[in-house]
């Protein structure tokens, strides 16, 4: 069994990734030349 502290993590993780996907995927319809730097800058800045 796990514990719900983790059970709610996980689910946090898969909503997050679930929301982040959908969030790349429109910027990337929408600005595929535009969309893609700001994202990398922001994770090379982290």
Known sequence: MTKPSSYSTVTMVICLVYLMSKWISTHYKLWPSI??????????ER
């Open 35 to 44: 969309g893609i730097p700001p994202i990398t800058v922001l994770l090379l």
